[in-house]
């Protein structure tokens, strides 16, 4: 099949880009429910500014499987590679680029941003903070969130800037009603086999007749701990796991020496939850920071998003097999 395409990835569409710490314009739902995909690249945005564009390009996204990971309206590999993997899920040409038969079969009428309702339950169980030392989180009762505006942010499949933007004056007291975008309910197919892209940096679920049916940015690994390579089996999963440090065993953190017990929860080394796999200590897992995800590398297993793992994890079983590869057809090219 030709993939003879004239659209530039969306990495190249636009100059906007990320800066730590930048406060993010105020938008509108408007301007992300009317957007058009035309206008990438077309709008001056300031550094970090999300584009309005691109957040409703990477909701359509997620909604239709293929994961663009933190929902941000920013630019950058990961969008790209959602693109790639809707391409591959819809047996079209894979290159990663928005072009007018990708962004057809991605537009719909359903509105992107939608009013949510905070409730008791959304400012329960948060925590003051999250230390980066293993020894002090090791002495805390849980690794909540450390806001409102985080848990949102992680329900919703946003980066906790979006969710700024979108509600510059807004406390996220109970009972406030905040704007945040709807990613769609998770996937619930039987994942027959999922493929580890190394190369790639994707992590693809297939089911039982071959068809894809969800692709996710991933950190598989890093130079300096490398995953494991060739075909390993699913051997259950845990939820809110704990996470047991084993500096021997596994990599040294700070100046901690000791075996050391940290507690569970979303802020935890591993996020919210562990997929074990058969080779020892490895295994596909959630993540604290998931704006970091295939930006920084991991200590050898497969990290995802905590909203990506937990939907992989309800279409797993005992058994599933896993294979690290390098190069995917899902891949952007």
Request: proline fraction near 9%.
């Amino acid at each position: 099949m030709s993939s003879m395409k004239t659209a530039l990835p969306i990495s190249l569409l636009a100059l906007a880009f990320s800066v730590g710490g930048a406060a993010a314009r105020e938008l509108r739902p408007e301007d992300i429910n009317t957007a058009s995909f035309a206008s990438i690249g077309t709008e001056k945005l300031a550094p970090g500014d999300p584009d309005p564009a691109i957040v409703r390009l990477q909701v359509l996204l997620d909604r239709a499987g293929s994961s663009p990971g933190v929902i941000d309206g920013l630019p950058g590999e990961n969008v790209d590679k959602a693109v790639a993997g809707f391409e591959a899920m819809n047996n079209l040409p894979v290159d990663g680029r928005l072009d007018p038969e990708v962004a057809s079969r991605l537009e719909g009428n359903a509105p992107v941003v939608e009013s949510h309702v905070v409730s008791p339950e959304d400012a329960a169980g948060l925590v003051e903070k999250i230390p980066e030392d293993y020894g002090e989180k090791a002495k805390m009762q849980s690794l909540g969130y450390t806001s409102v505006a985080e848990k949102l942010s992680e329900r919703f499949h946003m980066g906790i800037d979006l969710v700024h933007a979108l509600n510059p004056a807004s406390q996220f007291a109970p009972g406030d009603t905040v704007w945040v975008v709807n990613p769609g309910p998770p996937g619930d197919g039987k994942v027959k086999r999922i493929e580890a892209d190394r190369k790639t940096g994707q992590v693809l679920a297939y089911a039982a007749d071959g068809s894809l049916l969800a692709v996710y940015p991933a950190t598989i690994g890093s130079e300096d701990n490398p995953a494991p390579s060739g075909k390993h089996k699913v051997k259950g999963v845990a939820r809110m796991p704990v996470y047991r440090y084993d500096p021997k065993r596994n990599f040294k953190q700070g100046k901690n020496n000791k075996v050391l017990t940290i507690p569970k929860g979303p802020n935890g080394p591993v996020g919210t939850v562990w997929i074990d796999l058969t080779e020892p200590t490895y295994g596909i897992h959630g993540t604290p920071e998931p704006k970091l995800i295939d930006k920084v590398g991991s200590h050898g297993c497969v990290r995802l998003t905590n909203w990506d793992a937990e939907e992989l994890a309800g279409m797993v079983k005992p058994g599933v097999m896993v294979d690290f590869v390098k190069g995917s057809p899902a891949a952007p090219k």
